[in-house]
């Protein structure tokens, strides 16, 4: 069985500093790892996904994050914050090999960027 | 526009009262997905279907029906046997042959027991 444990349930931060939310799983097979996002009372989006290849994956507004195998980590990470990122933020998994293929969530990371 | 449409935003609910949430996509996707979502807790899966005319039982299926004729269409039903049935509910949808590929998802309902 698949688990995504995210360890911070709120990260306050000020504009413009780095901000890190971490995320771990657990998984028997090969996965796939994503990191989706959730602005109130809206639906997911889907901010950035690692398959396979290069470790580091990038999204379009500045938000990156790193596959860790060793250490079954995907953090994400944005060097500079800006108010509008203030969201919810899911870190998932989904089956790589020929199971049900449903995402498994983490418990989410709140992130309030303060002015 | 390609897109999951859920309705309706809002939903009130009596006490022992069965109430239905639509979900309709038009992205040709196979699999279809519910998540309840509660305030600390993530997206936990209700029910899932890959193909017309099957789903299956996900995490918490205890309480709720669903059904799937039509391959756009994945309408769950909420019944009086689900205890606490407030919570945000979110459709999803994935393009079955692909575990890599991202889910789709819609805006959301949100139930209240009233």
């Known amino acids: 069985a698949q688990s995504v444990t995210q360890l911070d349930s709120q990260v306050p931060v000020f504009e413009e500093a780095p901000v890190e939310l971490r995320c771990n799983y657990s998984s028997s097979v090969s996965v796939y790892l994503f990191w989706y996002v959730q602005y109130p009372n809206q639906g997911l989006q889907l901010l950035l996904k690692y398959l396979s290849g290069s470790t580091l994956v990038e999204s379009i507004n500045g938000f990156e994050a790193e596959f860790n195998k060793s250490q079954t980590s995907f953090h994400l990470r944005k060097p500079s914050v800006h108010i509008s990122d203030t969201a919810e933020y899911f870190c998932?998994?989904?089956?790589?090999?020929?199971?049900?293929?449903?995402?498994?969530f983490g418990s989410g990371t709140r992130l309030q960027v303060q002015p | 526009d390609g897109g999951i449409t859920q309705s309706p935003k809002y939903l009130f609910r009596k006490e022992g009262q069965n109430v239905t949430l639509s979900c309709e996509q038009n992205l040709n996707h196979d699999a279809m997905y519910w998540y309840r979502q509660d305030p600390g807790q993530g997206l936990r899966l209700i029910y899932y279907s890959q193909i017309v005319n099957d789903f299956q039982k996900g995490d918490i299926a205890e309480g709720y029906s669903v059904s799937r004729e039509k391959k756009e269409s994945f309408p769950l039903t909420v019944t009086s046997a689900q205890k606490n049935p407030t919570a945000f509910y979110l459709c999803?949808?994935?393009?079955?042959?692909?575990?890599?590929?991202?889910?789709?998802f819609g805006q959301g309902t949100r139930l209240t027991v009233v």
């Open positions: 999803a949808s994935t393009n079955r042959e692909a575990a890599s590929t991202e889910a789709f």
């Open positions: 998932a998994v989904s089956d790589g090999g020929t199971g049900r293929r449903a995402l498994t």
